[in-house]
Each structure stands twice: as C-alpha cells, then as structure tokens.
C-alpha cells in the first residue's frame, strides 16, 4: 500500500495515541521578514524543513525553532508561538529566541564550524573553540526549557533533528524521563578515529544517548555511530538488535533514509508551467538550448566548483558543444555569516565569470550563476524544463535536489548526474553516478545528460521515479512513528526528574554531574 499523507495521519493517531508530538529543529519551516516595509513570509532554502513540514501538515503538533526572521516576533504571541503555514495553518511553531552571542557560538560556532566540517569528510578542517562549546551546552539548554513547557501537562514524543541538538536528549530525558525521545541525524555520521578528535567526543555521544530511537539516513551512517560509541564510552551494545544500553537506558540506532513529498511538485508546477518557462528563458537569454541545472545552498560540501571544472573540462574536450546548452546554477546564500562560506560564494562567481570569458561570447554564456534565494515554485520549474540535474557534493547525508528532480518529472525524461557520495546514490542507482573529485569522470557524467538518447533517459527516470514514489517522506515518518511505537509501547512513569548516578571516570563523572545539576535547573529545582 503506497505511503500517502492520509495514510501518515493514521500512523500517526495509532501511535503517538493521546501524546503530543514536538518536533525540535534549528532551522524554521517559515521565516517572516521585512522587505519594503511590509511583513513576508518565506520558506528557507534547505532539504530538512522542506522534508518535515509536509510531516508536521499531516501529524499536526508543535515544531521548536529558533526564531531567526527580523519579523518573526511581530507575529507571534507573547510565548513565540505562530499557526504555520501562514496561509493554511495545521500546526504551532514555537520560536526559541537567541542572543547574537548564543547564534554565533552555538549556530555558526559549534553547529557549522565544529560538527558541520566534523561530520563531512571534505577536508576543511573543524575549529574546536572552548566558548562555542560552551555557547552550544547553553543553548541545548534554552531549547530544552522550550520543549519541556510545550510537553507540560502530559505524554509527548520529542523529535529532535540534526547536529544542532546532540546534548537535547538526555537533558529531555533527566527532567522528564516518561518522554518518549527519538533524534534523526541529518548529516553523516563519520568512522570513529575522525569524531574522536573532538574533545568533547563524550559529551556529545553521552548526549545523543538520551535517545530512545536515534535515526540516520543509511546504515553506514548507523554503523560508525556504534563504532564510535564503542570506542568512547562505557556501554553495551548488541549489534543484532543494533541498540545500545548506557546507565540503564537503551537506544536503538536505525537508518531512515528521508525522501520527499512526491505530490508537491504538481502543486508548485500548476498549470501554467509551461508560460512560466519562457519567461525564464527569456530572462536568462537561454533560447530554447537544453539546460543542465544545478540547485544548492552556496556550501563547500556540495561540490559546486568542481562541477564548473567539470563544465570547464567539458567545453575543452567538445568544443562542439559551444552555444548548445546552459548551465544554470542556484545558488541559496548559506552562512554567509562565515568566511569559509563568502570565500567559497566569491570562488564560484570568479570561476563562472572566468569559465564563461573562455568559452563564451556576446550571444551565449554557458553559465549563469543565480547567488539568490529561489522559490519552490521556481526550483520545481527548473527541474521540470532542464535536460539534466547536477548533484555533485563531495559528501551528503542523503541529498533531496536528487529526489526533487525525479519527483518532478512526470515527462519521465531528464538525466540525474549524482554522486557516489550521497546518501541518496545508495538509492538512485539509475542516475549517472561520479565521483566529483574526478573532473574527467564528472565531465564525461555532463556529457552523457546531454546526449542520452530519449529511450535510455525514460528507462531510467521510470525505475527511479518508481524509488522516490515508494520512499516517500510518509514513508519515512511512517516508518519512523512505528518504530518508537515498538519501543516504547506503554508511556511511562510520572514526571519526576530522576537523578543520574555519578561515576567513577572523570570525564564520564563530569558529563553525569552536570546532567544531573542541569535537570534540576531545568526542572525549576
Ligand atoms: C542541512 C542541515 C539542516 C539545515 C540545512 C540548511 O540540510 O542538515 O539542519 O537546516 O542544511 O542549513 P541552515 O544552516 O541554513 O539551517
């Protein structure tokens, strides 16, 4: 029986029964801002939210974030609490509210300075800074008062995402332990020898383990994670049943591979898609040449100079395919609080500019670089006119351009060039998969989209059409809802905080100390 929102909604009744589902991630599903004087609202570029909201639309409950809009406050209540989507509202968001000081050690700091480049083996190397550590404890605090005053009162199901959040769990755990908590990590998890050189390895696994359910996107990612843990600390694991029991408590490591809501695309398309194309191509002078597209937050980890190398490459060795297609590349600003992310914005516009003096001229320009934030309506367009998809990132958790692109071809044609290091090439087999790092084999992959005969392109987009529609996002929350239910079938015990007993190693002595004191703090003791 295929997966479908309604089915979702069913799972999610019989499941959570009476309790409350909380969702807690960094990023918001719905940013208002100013522009002009007036209050918009936008949806942030990014695979996590696109993924979840469709999730929150069916199961309904809370989603805590942080309120990062310069109009966000205006429209909530006076507890940071807003009915999202602003124009069909089923679910609350509550914002979480930082200090500039808290964004830049715990957002910027910790998140995308030490995890983010931690986790992602694309060799930039990660900062190990002791104030954003501290920075981030004290934020994983804020947001656990957050969540503890929406579940007040009775049973809920915390779903805390990503590396943001890696010490949330146990301090849910310590001041309330009848939540049932379960965590997806959205990025990838790394072998054991490159999460340990951060010094705060413990701490963060400590935490993580406060999990009921913890959830990665494939079993690579499961796999590393109890490497890992088995090297740090002291705990149990039964790698057949794939949990691990820490100080009593026990946490079942799976992969969930995360998917996209495949009815979206028709929404966004509507019916005039087609009037909406030609203004495109009117607008970027792109005639009516086949065009590969590429859509991305500006981010090293997603591989995009190497793809205009690729494009470089390519126009070298097939000087005939001058003036035959664009390149067109969205490119979200991501970060651009960091300097490795404006560095990386201004590489891209110098090799586009570069690329494009090379081989181009005053009637064709193989590239054009779009550094701006683009609507679902837009991306989803992109994907439907273009001959080709190109997702090249040096390492991804999974990937959802890759999804979006087939969810969105309902022609069955279009070529997805993907690279082995997705999480999402695990699945999408059919695509033509590189490796990024060799411009030869990516130049050859961009070759390929644009010459596949039409007969080859359909047999594939079928089979991973197939795919997408099967895995969707119900499936995946569906999935995800079953298994908390299977672990934790009663909800239990009041809500008394219950104190960790201290132990005799250091470090393990430390992290149990201050859980300890940390939940009583929270719990207003
Ligand atoms: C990745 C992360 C998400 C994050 C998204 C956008 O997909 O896994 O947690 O929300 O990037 O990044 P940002 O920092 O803008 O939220």
Known sequence: MAWTKERLEEVAQTRLGGSKLIVVANREPYIHRYRDGEVEWIRPAGGLTTALDPVMRACGGV????????????????????????????????????????????????????????????????????????????????????????????????????????????????????????????????????????????????????????????????????DTVDRALECRIDREKFAVTRGGHDT??????????????????????????????????????????????????????????ALDRLLTKHPELKEKFHFLQVGAPSRTHLPAYRDLADEVQELAEKINWEHGDDHWQPIVFLNEHCGQEDVMLLYRMAAGCVVSSLHDGMNLVAKEFVAARDDERGVLILSQFTGAAKELTDAVLVNPFDVDELATGLHLALTMPVEEQERRMRRMRIKVQDNNIYRWAGMLLSEVGKLVPEPVAPPTPEPIVPVNDPIEGRIARENFITAMRLAGC
């Open 63 to 226: 989603w805590v974030a942080h309120g990062s809009g310069d109009a966000d406050a205006e429209v909530c209540d006076k507890n940071g609490r807003v009915r999202v989507p602003p124009d069909d509202p089923s679910y609350v968001l509550r914002r979480v509210w930082l200090s500039k000081d808290d964004e830049e050690g715990y957002y910027y700091g910790f998140s995308n300075s030490t995890l983010w480049p931690l986790c992602h083996q694309v060799y930039c190397r990660p900062m190990f800074d002791p104030s954003n550590w501290d920075a981030y404890r004290e934020v994983n605090e804020t947001f656990a008062r957050a969540v503890l005053q929406e579940a007040e009162g009775g049973p809920a199901l915390v779903f805390v995402q990503d590396y943001h959040f890696a010490l949330l769990p146990k301090l849910l755990k310590a001041a309330r332990p009848d939540l049932v908590v379960a965590q997806f990590w959205h990025i990838p998890w790394p072998n054991p020898e490159t999460f340990l050189v951060c010094p705060w390895a413990k701490d963060l696994l400590d935490g993580m383990l406060g999990n009921d359910l913890l959830g990665f996107h494939t079993q690579y990612h499961c796999n590393n994670f109890l």
């Open 252 to 309: 079942a490591v799976r992969p969930f591979p995360i998917s996209v809501d495949t009815d979206l695309p028709k929404e966004y398309l509507g019916d005039d898609w087609e009037q909406r194309a030609k203004a495109l191509r009117k607008k970027h002078r792109l005639a009516a040449r086949p065009l590969l597209v590429g859509v991305d937050r500006v981010d090293y980890t997603k591989g995009i100079p190497e793809r205009l190398r």
